[in-house]
């Protein structure tokens, strides 16, 4: 976490800009633009995250003293940071170098391991978090001690146990793990990156930024997820994941400011997010006293779940159906929807949503062209569909598509040449349709006074009805909802 210069933008006097100004809701998933079922498939590898391997990754990472940018002991840091990449199995592992800014003669290095895709190897998630710490105050001197366990050990510690689960979990996109330098001096290592990946079009869905996920003051675990407003789907996704496969209570905010990695992505155009404790380490940070024994370490276990679980499903998640088309269907009530199926070999079926009126439904099918029946004539379908997969992954939903069911008279709430309604003879009602045929009947007399009113619903396919009615002539009206048949009624006194 970097403080972030304000002063240097402004010259009237504002609060402190550090994340003390973040402003959080607790996340509601009634308003989410994702909603995710369970999968035990995801569960099972967010349970691979081990809390003894996020505290003893934050416990070597102090013990390097300090991990400022300008000293020896940050560049030994990045060496164990490559090494411990290279010790999961993975091939490509690498520096990316770039001199400090501050210092064109201190060498940067941001520690870059890849795990490429299987399907879609050019769509890339980019999970980070800075390595390098400092110290201020009174007697804090950072070439001698920084120890940065939660500034970010915790972050570096989210990295490496990400990459360590994941190693051999096989993904349809590329993941790469960026462990950034020289943060606490302006974000340089990750506006290095991301410059550099902006710079080579690289296609990157999601960047994940851990950076202080390991102090909680208490036994409530909150977690704030926090991103710019064009990344809420993916903190929503974030949000739900925490519900589902953490213990930890998600916070959000769909706005953030410069002071930590995800920013640069999202400068360049890319969606970022940044999982952060939500109770702020305000007496340890920046200070000599930022040490493992303050942290919660099964606390910073959860946050790493959380990490792992949704880059989990950025990475194999189906891409949606496309080109949806939806047209009036073959029957009365009906749509015809139809889509092209994503890219994805194992994608196993589709969601299929559609809202008329305040009634919102949805229907599973495996088929690309699809009927949907049951809507009300007449009245506009709004539709989109999301595809799933066989490990339960699903995609983001599709655009809309809106369409208008087929009026046709038929079906059991529709008149229709099957269905009769006539007085055959005096003092009765003949009712002939399909049974279940429901509607209402009301009987007039000759001066409008309303003599029978009743509702009823056909038991057989012809229904003789008797009025109990002085002798007289009679109008009948029968009612199914979408269409009045009206009929005369003489009823003759025997
Ligand atoms: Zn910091």
């Given at each position: 976490m970097w403080i972030w210069p304000v002063i240097l933008f402004s010259v009237i006097p504002l609060a402190p800009r550090g994340p003390e100004a973040r402003t959080f809701t607790t996340f509601d998933p009634a308003t989410s633009l994702e909603v995710i079922p369970y999968s035990p498939y995801v569960d099972s590898i967010t349970d691979l995250v081990s809390f003894d391997s996020v505290g003893a990754y934050i416990l070597r990472l102090q013990n390097f003293q300090t991990r400022y940018s300008f000293t020896d002991s940050v560049i030994q840091a990045s060496e164990w940071i490559s090494a411990k990449f290279q010790s999961f199995g993975y091939d490509s592992v690498y520096f990316q170098t770039f001199p400090h800014?501050?210092?064109?003669?201190s060498i940067q290095r941001n520690v870059v391991c890849v795990k490429p895709g299987l399907i879609t190897p050019q769509e890339v998630i980019v999970i980070g978090g800075h390595y390098d710490s400092v110290v201020y105050g009174a007697g804090a001197n950072p070439y001698v001690w920084a120890p940065g366990a939660d500034d970010n050990g915790s972050g570096t510690s989210g990295v490496l146990e990400t990459a360590r689960v994941l190693a051999n979990i096989p993904t349809d996109r590329t993941i790469i793990f960026v462990a950034f330098a020289?943060?606490?001096?302006?974000l340089y290592g990750s506006e290095t990156y991301a410059d550099w990946a902006a710079s080579q079009g690289m296609d990157i869905l999601l960047m994940i930024n851990m950076d202080m996920i390991g102090y909680e003051k208490d036994f409530v675990w909150f977690v704030a997820i926090e991103g710019n407003y064009a990344s809420r789907s993916e903190i929503d996704l974030a949000a739900e994941i925490a519900d589902l496969y953490t213990s930890l209570i998600p916070q959000v905010s769909y706005t953030t400011a410069p002071y930590s990695d995800h920013w640069p992505f999202l400068a360049n155009g890319y969606h970022a997010l940044m999982l952060e404790e939500s109770d702020f380490n305000y007496n340890n940070w920046h200070r000599n006293t930022d040490i493992i024994d303050s942290l919660r370490i099964p606390y910073a276990a959860q946050v790493v779940e959380l990490a792992t679980g949704l880059a989990l499903w950025i990475a194999n998640r189906p891409d949606p159906p496309t080109d949806l088309s939806a047209t009036p269907g073959p029957s009365s009530g009906s749509i015809l929807l139809t889509y092209t199926p994503p890219p994805q070999p194992d994608v196993e079926g589709y969601e299929i949503t559609y809202r008329q009126g305040g009634t919102t439904d949805t229907l599973i099918t495996s088929d690309t062209s699809v009927v949907i029946e049951g809507l009300q004539p007449g009245v506009p379908v709004v539709l989109k569909a999301r595809a799933f997969d066989a490990l339960g992954f699903y995609s983001v939903p599709s655009d809309s598509v809106i369409a208008t069911p087929t009026q046709v008279a038929e079906g059991p709430v529709l008149p229709s040449p099957s269905l009769r309604f006539e007085s055959p003879r005096p003092g009765v009602l003949l009712f002939a349709g399909p049974v279940g045929t429901r509607g209402s009947l009301t009987v007039y007399d000759i001066s409008g006074r309303q003599k029978i009113h009743t509702t009823f619903t056909l038991k057989q396919t012809r229904t003789v009805v008797p009025l109990r009615l002085k002798q007289g002539v009679y109008f009948a009206i029968w009612d199914v909802g979408t269409q009045i048949l009206r009929t005369k009624v003489v009823v003759i006194q025997r």
């Amino acid at each position: 976490m970097w403080i972030w210069p304000v002063i240097l933008f402004s010259v009237i006097p504002l609060a402190p800009r550090g994340p003390e100004a973040r402003t959080f809701t607790t996340f509601d998933p009634a308003t989410s633009l994702e909603v995710i079922p369970y999968s035990p498939y995801v569960d099972s590898i967010t349970d691979l995250v081990s809390f003894d391997s996020v505290g003893a990754y934050i416990l070597r990472l102090q013990n390097f003293q300090t991990r400022y940018s300008f000293t020896d002991s940050v560049i030994q840091a990045s060496e164990w940071i490559s090494a411990k990449f290279q010790s999961f199995g993975y091939d490509s592992v690498y520096f990316q170098t770039f001199p400090h800014p501050e210092n064109p003669s201190s060498i940067q290095r941001n520690v870059v391991c890849v795990k490429p895709g299987l399907i879609t190897p050019q769509e890339v998630i980019v999970i980070g978090g800075h390595y390098d710490s400092v110290v201020y105050g009174a007697g804090a001197n950072p070439y001698v001690w920084a120890p940065g366990a939660d500034d970010n050990g915790s972050g570096t510690s989210g990295v490496l146990e990400t990459a360590r689960v994941l190693a051999n979990i096989p993904t349809d996109r590329t993941i790469i793990f960026v462990a950034f330098a020289a943060e606490e001096q302006g974000l340089y290592g990750s506006e290095t990156y991301a410059d550099w990946a902006a710079s080579q079009g690289m296609d990157i869905l999601l960047m994940i930024n851990m950076d202080m996920i390991g102090y909680e003051k208490d036994f409530v675990w909150f977690v704030a997820i926090e991103g710019n407003y064009a990344s809420r789907s993916e903190i929503d996704l974030a949000a739900e994941i925490a519900d589902l496969y953490t213990s930890l209570i998600p916070q959000v905010s769909y706005t953030t400011a410069p002071y930590s990695d995800h920013w640069p992505f999202l400068a360049n155009g890319y969606h970022a997010l940044m999982l952060e404790e939500s109770d702020f380490n305000y007496n340890n940070w920046h200070r000599n006293t930022d040490i493992i024994d303050s942290l919660r370490i099964p606390y910073a276990a959860q946050v790493v779940e959380l990490a792992t679980g949704l880059a989990l499903w950025i990475a194999n998640r189906p891409d949606p159906p496309t080109d949806l088309s939806a047209t009036p269907g073959p029957s009365s009530g009906s749509i015809l929807l139809t889509y092209t199926p994503p890219p994805q070999p194992d994608v196993e079926g589709y969601e299929i949503t559609y809202r008329q009126g305040g009634t919102t439904d949805t229907l599973i099918t495996s088929d690309t062209s699809v009927v949907i029946e049951g809507l009300q004539p007449g009245v506009p379908v709004v539709l989109k569909a999301r595809a799933f997969d066989a490990l339960g992954f699903y995609s983001v939903p599709s655009d809309s598509v809106i369409a208008t069911p087929t009026q046709v008279a038929e079906g059991p709430v529709l008149p229709s040449p099957s269905l009769r309604f006539e007085s055959p003879r005096p003092g009765v009602l003949l009712f002939a349709g399909p049974v279940g045929t429901r509607g209402s009947l009301t009987v007039y007399d000759i001066s409008g006074r309303q003599k029978i009113h009743t509702t009823f619903t056909l038991k057989q396919t012809r229904t003789v009805v008797p009025l109990r009615l002085k002798q007289g002539v009679y109008f009948a009206i029968w009612d199914v909802g979408t269409q009045i048949l009206r009929t005369k009624v003489v009823v003759i006194q025997r």
